[in-house]
């Protein structure tokens, strides 16, 4: 599957998870999915691997840069907005000029 997450919203993300588990579950089945959602990338006991930096290697989810982001986005997100906006009364000013 190639990023199945595209246009499903969180709940439904689980709802394929579960469906896939089902499918696992049954021995018959196993997935290889392209994906960009840290939500998918936490199935249990997956082996998730990366392509960054031009180069095939396996990883965890918190190695990931899209867990890394997310998670930091979602835990402070003044200090995303704060860069993003690039707004200068957020940054700091040398006084001397």
Known sequence: MEEPES???P???LVLMALKHDRAR???S???I???SPILLTYPDATIYSF???RLEKTTLQETAH???TRGIL???ERYWRHLRNDPADTPTDSSH
């Open 7 to 9: 246009a499903l919203t």
């Open 11 to 13: 709940q439904r993300k």
């Open 26 to 28: 049954s021995g018959l």
């Open 30 to 32: 196993q997935f290889i």
């Open 34 to 36: 392209a994906t960009h």
């Open 52 to 54: 960054d930096n031009g």
């Open 67 to 69: 867990y890394q982001i």
């Open 75 to 77: 835990d402070h997100p």
